[in-house]
């Protein structure tokens, strides 16, 4: 939309989540180009000239677009795998098929991925791959582009591994790159598509896949790499028990200590899940802003047990929502973890105090933009933030009856999404994605999955 031209939206409920988590009952919001303009209560400022489209939102609450945090597409054409397995199980039984991977079925699991988070209300997603079997062509490319074609703002967190079978690690020997072949990748992905402008669609980080699939070599280099070119890290950590076991066997140390050993706490640092972490480790992240991706779905899925988030925020350390693999969190869908991440923190130490319905709303949209680095951008609703924004239904049988919003969009079942505008451009409509074709997407992600299948099955 050109920079002149206004959209408005009109007598719905708005959470900002802006520093204050101000709310307005009944309110607008301006969008001019690919900004905010303007927002608050009551209707829209008399006068206000092109205006494009003025939508009346009654029964609806606006908030900030879902940032997705942590994802791994290619994982949408394995779903339903190993269902009762640990996350070393599950991953030596995946390892063999995704070592099959090729462009044409990372592109349409990208889409698959991509159309169901967009679908329900993500707004910034990520990918991090890390699977880059030798002659399998240009899968940043096509992950790039499917996120182009749904219309989200993006960060592929370009990931390698390098530790193999051969080498004490769990990926097979044919799975993985040299090191010097996924730091020389990596800095081709960067230069070619990453864009530091404050409004970039495309944003690249460095990414080695986790302690148990990479070398200390590609960890520490990946650091200075990282920084060299200045764009972030993104890395799994504190998983599971059976990973900080691994890191004192072969590191002498757990996982937060290795990570510092190698250049890997600090702000421009996000790591996933995060699960097993004592109070010092809790301390090393808020003292140097490390960043934590919490997947609860993903972490119950694989019983790796239940991520400290509460002691986490109490500390001042970031923390944003993430999917994960849909191999591990077959749903795909960013917008039901708000619940799934409140519910699970119950189960915790914090009992009822662990989380409440805003804090919620927070981790998935302003906590995920702070992870990505995108927080000046985007993740909160305030005049002159980028116009990445969700207009959620709660006038249906499924919340008609809840009176918060907040708390119906948080509690209660995943809302439909009426509309989704990432960058001042609409893409979604009555829950049906505005530029992409859902169906053929499904019949793709099908015709693909049964390819690596049977692929697989050859050996
Ligand atoms: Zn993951």
Not at 292 to 298: D, G, K, L, W, Y
Request: proline letters at 3%; hydrophobic letters at 40%.
């Amino acid at each position: 939309m050109a920079a002149d031209r206004r959209i408005v939206i009109e007598n719905c409920s708005i959470a900002t989540v802006d520093a204050h988590d101000t709310e307005y009952p009944s309110g607008y919001v301006v969008l001019a180009g690919n900004r905010i303009e303007s927002l608050g209560a009551g209707r829209a400022p008399e006068g206000l000239e092109n205006v494009d489209r003025r939508i009346d939102a009654t029964g609806h609450l606006v908030t900030p677009g879902l940032v997705n945090t942590h994802h791994h597409y290619y994982q949408w054409i394995t779903r339903g795998l190993a269902t009762d397995h640990n996350l070393f199980n599950w991953l030596v039984a995946l390892y063999p098929t995704w070592a099959r991977i090729d462009e044409q079925m990372v592109y349409a699991a990208a889409q698959g991925s991509l159309a169901m988070m967009a679908r329900g209300g993500v707004t910034t997603a990520m990918d991090h791959h890390y699977v880059f079997p030798a002659g399998s062509g240009d899968l940043s490319g096509a992950i790039i582009r499917a996120a182009r074609e749904t219309g989200v703002r993006f960060t592929l967190a370009r990931g390698s591994m390098d530790r193999s079978e051969k080498d004490g690690g769990l990926p097979p020997d044919f799975a993985v790159e040299t090191l010097d072949g996924a730091l020389a990748a990596t800095e081709a992905t960067v230069k070619e598509h990453h864009d530091s402008s404050f409004d970039a669609m495309t944003q690249v980080a460095v990414a080695p896949c986790s302690p148990f699939s990479v070398s200390t070599e590609l960890l520490r280099e990946g650091a200075e790499l990282a920084r060299r070119l200045g764009v972030r890290l993104h890395t799994h950590g504190s998983e599971t028990v059976e990973e900080e076991q691994f890191c004192k066997e072969l590191f002498g140390m757990g996982p937060t200590d290795y990570f510092e050993s190698t250049g890997w706490l600090g702000e421009d640092v996000w790591m996933a899940h995060c699960v097993h972490m004592n109070d010092s480790d809790i301390a090393a992240f808020a003292r140097t802003k490390t960043g934590v991706a919490h997947c609860p779905s993903s972490n119950a899925r694989l019983a790796a047990g239940i991520a400290r988030v509460p002691d986490m925020l109490a500390a001042g350390v970031p923390v944003g929502l993430g999917v994960d693999g849909t191999a591990s969190n077959e749903s795909g869908e960013l917008h039901t973890e708000l619940r799934n991440a409140l519910l699970i923190n119950r189960l915790g130490a914090h009992r009822e105090a662990a989380l409440n319905a805003r804090q919620a709303l927070r981790l998935g949209t302003y906590g995920g933009a702070q992870v990505l680095g995108r927080a000046a951008e985007t993740g909160s609703l305030e005049a002159g933030k980028l116009a990445d924004l969700v207009l959620w239904k709660l006038d249906t049988l499924a919340h008609a009856s809840i009176a918060d919003p907040v708390t119906a969009l948080v509690f209660g079942a995943a809302a439909p999404v009426t509309a989704s505008f990432v960058n001042g451009r609409q893409i979604v409509e009555n829950g049906r994605l505005s530029h992409v074709d859902e169906d053929a997407i499904a019949r793709s992600t099908r015709e693909q999955s049964q390819r690596l299948a049977r692929i697989a099955a050859q050996g």
